[in-house]
């Protein structure tokens, strides 16, 4: 049987999730950013019909082409943005399992969860 894992080490597995999640959103982000900033000169895309009538990217001269299948479809961003929550949410309820004179030294999830709705002023 193995030992039961203390607070510390929940709180740094939570810790270990959101951290996963905010990766995986900061690339569907980054992707999503990247084919705006192509589409602001979209009169200048060019279709590559190299995969069905209208292909799987649009290029532009100079090789910028915007990849759409490295574009999260919309359910697969939702999914993603709410595990982040979820994963937030499970580092919260972890830091409240820490007895404080052990939180001492560590960073609580706020530094790591921040929102709009409850950054600290």
């Not at 705006?36 to 995969?51: F, I, P």
């Not at 990217?57 to 939702?78: C, H, K, Q, V």
């Not at 919260?92 to 404080?100: D, L, M, Q, R």
């Amino acid at each position: 049987m193995s030992p039961t894992k203390d607070a510390v080490e929940l709180y740094q597995g939570a810790l270990q999730g959101v951290d996963k999640a905010k990766l995986l959103v900061e690339h569907m982000v980054a992707n999503i950013r990247d084919a705006a900033r192509k589409l602001e000169s979209w009169k200048e895309l060019e279709v590559a019909a190299t995969q069905g009538a209208a292909g799987n990217s649009l290029s532009m001269p100079m090789g910028r082409t915007i990849e759409w299948n490295n574009l999260p479809a919309g359910r697969e961003l939702e999914r993603a943005l709410a595990e982040w929550h979820r994963a937030c949410r499970d580092a919260h309820s972890a830091w409240k399992g820490i007895p404080t004179p052990r939180q001492i030294g560590l960073v609580a999830p706020g530094d790591f969860c921040q929102t709009a709705g409850n950054r600290l002023s």
